[in-house]
């Protein structure tokens, strides 16, 4: 089973000849409103995948469709709370080529309960996983707890912060970063990511594909090559996906792979967590990779 103190967004998307430029006005060519947050996606990308998820986060009066589409995905949504303050939102900027420029406010998001998170966990059992990203408070405290129960903890280190990464890095199992939130990682703790003190480490590359670094070694998945529409939200599609193969007995190199058909697929779509596949296609869709 898998638990996820996650960010729920309402994301506004804007397509764009191009992305904005320092002072520039824009005319946008088709306007949409989904389901996001990285938080939000991972958890439909697990639901998706066909583990079992609780989530666990918070929304304002405005946000209720927010945990409505959650529910429809299939995720437990009993410790999503509401709160006096207003839902997450983000503007994301989409241009021709898929390519997305994004600015977040983070709402509600910044607003959950250590006693909805305790009372959440309590249901978990040791073995199952946690999923964490640095959109919402307690990071630190949900790591923490979880190790305690015996959870394998999944941490997403983004938007990056060297800070928050060092606060949970002594519970964390499995870091995920891109390349670019590697590199500031190892440039801010001077440090190789064989050095890091967490055994298991995830790197994406986007269409380059992602590294699983473990005792000394790496695992290299490639990205299956596809035409992308938008690729707003593929990452959170590939470690949703993931951590459900790893939640479900996969070897990581396997899981992996899952995740990287799911990108695939997403990419190919508009949208965030409306555009994550379902199990079914994702296995079709390496079917037909052989």
């Known amino acids: 089973m898998i638990f996820n103190l996650g960010s729920i967004n309402a994301d506004h998307f804007y397509r764009v000849p191009h992305l904005p430029t320092p002072g520039e006005t824009l005319v946008a060519q088709d306007f949409t409103t989904g389901l996001g947050g990285k938080g939000a996606n991972q958890s439909v990308a697990a639901a998706q ?3 079992k998820v609780t989530h666990i986060g918070s929304v304002g009066p405005d946000g209720i469709w927010t945990v409505d589409a959650l529910k429809r995905f299939g995720v437990d949504v009993n410790h999503v709370m509401q709160v006096d303050v207003p839902t997450a939102h983000a503007i994301i900027n989409i241009d021709e080529n898929g390519e997305n420029a994004i600015v977040i406010f983070p709402g509600a998001n910044l607003n959950q309960s250590l006693t909805q998170l305790e009372t959440a966990l309590d249901a978990a059992k040791r073995g199952d996983t946690l999923l964490l990203q640095n959109e919402t408070n307690l990071q630190a405290e949900a790591a923490q707890m979880a190790r305690e129960r015996g959870l394998f903890i999944v941490y997403s280190a ?8 060092k606060a949970v890095a002594p519970f964390v199992d499995l870091l995920v970063m891109n390349d670019i939130e590697a590199k500031q990682l190892m440039t801010s703790l001077r440090a190789s990511l064989q050095d890091l003190p967490i055994s298991r480490v995830l790197v994406t590359h986007g269409a380059a594909g992602a590294d699983w670094i473990q005792d000394d070694s790496t695992q290299h998945c490639p990205a299956f090559p596809v035409d992308p529409i938008d690729t707003t939200g593929a990452g959170d599609c590939f470690v ?9 007995g996969m070897s ?9 058909a799911a990108s695939a ?10 555009a994550i596949p379902s199990r079914t296609q994702v296995d079709a869709f390496l079917d037909q990779s052989e």
Do not use: N, R, Y
């Open 49 to 51: 995948a066909g583990s």
């Open 240 to 248: 949703g996906f993931v951590a459900a193969g790893l939640d479900q």
């Open 158 to 165: 983004a938007p990056f912060s060297s800070e928050a990464v």
């Open 252 to 260: 990581p190199s396997v899981a992996m792979q899952l995740g990287a």
């Open 265 to 274: 697929l997403q990419v190919q779509k508009a949208g965030t967590a409306d």
